[in-house]
């Protein structure tokens, strides 16, 4: 087989149809790019070897049992991966309609003037370390919850189960405000971007046609729609995985609970705040099992974006 | 002309290299040199993060005077106990005593005893925010545990108040502070609580991450501090130093004598030496709630993990050796920065434990 390899190449014909810098270049990268591929295979499968233990010990209760107790070495993981979702998801909601607003903004309506600044100042805030987020969510943000928000939701709404409770500022709703505005300079300056790529042809018939300012921006956000939705998708992910800022406003307790007033935790917090002094090899491995299960949460939901954008693109294409 | 012009950038070429060569041989000797320094003996350790500032000046001063040089990575407690039953370290350091089960473990795979070697002490104090009631709250375990474990609610509770009959103590709700990541100081703290509230001991118990009932979790001492700073009418707990440095207000603790004990190094030393009378022999023990007339109750020690019989002769000969000067002239730099030191009954207790270290089963020859 080799031989029949080696003969292959040194042939003459060979050359003639390969160039063998091309060649080289070519099985090169396809290596590095399948070395990727295997390295996230190897990350999950090492997880996996390393939450045996958990696995084992507790099955599917890790993922339904509330209660998380290094003392008595009882691990369920259901108020954590609740406190992940609840404040990633939401963040999103309030993120997403601001980011587009900004995003549009930026790249239909505002003057040239304006638009340079503002797009790099949004591109600088997208830059900024999680723990500078974190240290203006403990000392500007929470005081600001306790002193203004809180008060004034727990008198106006107080008939919601979600605005109840001690306002300490510390806890969900400061989590959701931090990676609100964390993750709206990321979707708004990819949005911008994908709304940029439209073609100005689009812009111009939708206007030569006769529709308003208003109606030719709606038909570039149709078009824009996948890559809409891969910012989104982008801006959940880094939400889940944040865990510096998040953890020093978060209050840190593993209880499930309605109202956002209340401390929550997550679980990239979690493992950041437990693994060091973690000894127990089941305490180790239960954490090992968060990481997993954060993983395949984080796999989950790219997989769920890519066949959304998928899925859009091919209905667009039929029409 | 031509083959001037040709031949010159040749020279400069060779030139240049003769240059780089130059440079490389002497990085290559540099590095040689600098390497047979390295050769001269090393020992490396890991294990807690509390006591890394010392034990950094420690090293830092025994290099001085013998050239040894220690190498220390404050990964916690945890990885410090692990990485000595492993063996892949020379020494480990941890706030919280092996487990007989992580001994037996570490005998079964290293073939050797591993000796707990108490170094400094430090201690939790007791921290609180109340506008208007200033230094000096008074509690005792009972009460601390009880507002822990969410029971007493409010500051104008009836217990804290026959406590402190000359504080105005306010009518308000009391904002529960921890810490969120595994720690010696939640240790500490939780084991001190486990001795002096039975319910604490069977519901939530002792570990450096507990499930706590109620409250806010802080990462690290300042995200305590932060949480009680700006929380009125919060309580919480940090390591002594770090209240020291910061001028935090923190509360007198009611010792077993009954008296109410401000937390200082004396106080501090003061429970160690109190509990020195009763010290089991490997030195694995809890001070906290420690008899005495003066002594704080929640203190602790924190450990050097040593292996009773090291193979490398020259390594057990220059651990001892720091393990002796550690227990001499090292105390004498505990109270600069902020820990306190061992009282000299515990210290002698600790020469007689370093003196049975061997090597390859022979006795260590310090001369």
């Known amino acids: 087989m080799r031989r029949k390899w080696v003969i292959r190449i040194l042939s003459k014909n060979f050359f003639k149809n390969h160039n063998p810098g091309d060649f080289l270049f070519e099985r090169l990268t396809m290596f590095f790019a399948l070395v990727v591929f295997l390295l996230i295979l190897l990350m999950g499968y090492e997880m996996y070897d390393g939450s045996r233990m958990s696995i084992d010990k507790f099955g599917w209760n890790f993922l339904v049992n509330s209660e998380w107790d290094p003392v008595q070495e009882i691990f369920g993981a259901l108020p954590i991966i609740y406190g992940t979702l609840v404040s990633s998801i939401l963040a999103l909601v309030i993120a997403l309609p601001l980011s587009l607003g900004v995003a549009v903004f930026l790249s239909e309506s505002a003057p040239p003037w304006l638009e340079k600044p503002l797009s790099y100042l949004v591109e600088l805030l997208a830059g900024i370390p999680s723990v500078i987020y974190g240290l203006w969510g403990i000392f500007v943000l929470v005081p600001w919850i306790r002193n ?131 000894t127990s090899d089941l305490y180790i491995s239960s954490l090992i099992e968060l990481a997993l299960v954060l993983f395949v949460i984080t796999v989950a939901i790219n997989a769920l974006a890519r066949l959304l954008v998928w899925s859009l693109e091919r209905k667009w294409k039929k029409n | 002309m031509l083959n001037k012009t040709k031949t010159r950038p040749h020279l400069a070429e060779s030139c240049i290299a003769g240059k780089i060569k130059k440079v490389f041989l002497s990085l290559f000797l540099v590095m040689i040199s600098s390497s047979m320094t390295f050769a001269q003996l090393q020992l490396n350790g890991a294990g807690a993060t509390f006591p890394y500032v010392i034990y950094m000046k420690w090293f830092d001063e025994y290099k001085k005077e013998t050239g040894i040089q220690f190498n220390y990575q404050s990964i916690g407690s945890g990885g410090g106990i692990r990485q000595i039953i492993e063996g892949t370290v020379d020494f480990g350091a941890s706030d919280g005593p092996m487990s007989d089960q992580q001994l037996k473990e570490a005998l079964q795979k290293r073939g050797t005893e591993i000796l707990h070697i108490p170094t400094v002490m430090g201690a939790v104090v007791v921290s609180y925010n109340l506008p208007g009631v200033g230094k000096g709250l008074n509690l005792d375990g009972s009460v601390l545990a009880d507002i822990f474990l969410g029971k007493i609610t409010k500051w104008n509770d009836k217990r804290i108040k026959a406590m402190n009959p000359n504080k105005n103590l306010p009518d308000r709700y009391i904002v529960v502070a921890h810490r969120s990541d595994g720690s010696g100081t939640t240790y500490i703290f939780t084991d001190y609580l486990s001795k002096v509230s039975k319910t604490w001991e069977t519901k939530v118990g002792r570990g450096t991450s507990v499930s706590w009932p109620v409250g806010l979790g802080g990462k690290g001492n300042e995200g305590v501090a932060g949480l009680i700073k700006q929380t009125e009418g919060s309580i919480g707990y940090v390591e002594l130093a770090y209240a020291v440095q910061n001028n935090i207000f923190y509360a007198s603790m009611k010792n077993r004598a ?46 050097l993990l040593i292996y009773k019989d090291m193979k490398d002769a020259s390594k057990a000969t220059a651990m001892v050796k720091f393990l002796n000067w550690a227990m001499e002239k090292g105390q004498s730099f505990a109270t600069s920065l902020y820990y306190a030191p061992l009282p000299k009954e515990v210290v002698k207790l600790c020469k007689s434990k370093i003196a049975v270290i061997t090597s390859g089963g022979k006795k260590i020859n310090l001369k």
Not at chain 2, 285 to 291: F, G, L
Request: net charge negative; hydrophobic share 45%.
């Open chain 2, 258 to 303: 009954g008296n109410f004990i401000e937390p200082t190094f004396n106080s501090v030393t003061a429970a160690a030496e109190g509990a020195s009378k009763n010290m089991p022999k490997d030195l694995r023990v809890s001070i906290t709630n420690a008899e005495g007339k003066n002594s704080y109750p929640i203190s602790g020690f924190t450990w």
């Open chain 1, 148 to 278: 203004d928000v809180e008060p004034f939701l727990s008198q106006h709404l107080d008939f919601l189960p979600f605005f109840r409770g001690a306002p300490y500022g510390f806890g969900m709703l400061a989590a959701i405000l931090i990676l609100c505005v964390m993750i709206l300079p990321i979707i708004s300056s990819i949005v911008r971007d994908v709304l940029k790529s439209v073609p100005q042809s689009q812009r111009e018939a939708a206007l030569a046609l006769g529709a308003t300012k208003w109606e030719s921006i709606k038909i570039v956000l149709l078009e824009a729609k996948p890559g809409i939705l891969g910012a989104t998708m982008l801006g959940l992910g880094r939400a889940i995985g944040e865990t510096m800022a998040v953890t020093m406003v978060i209050g840190n307790t593993a209880k499930i609970s309605l109202s956002l007033f209340d401390p929550s935790y997550t679980m990239a917090s979690v493992i950041a705040n437990e693994f060091t002094e973690a």
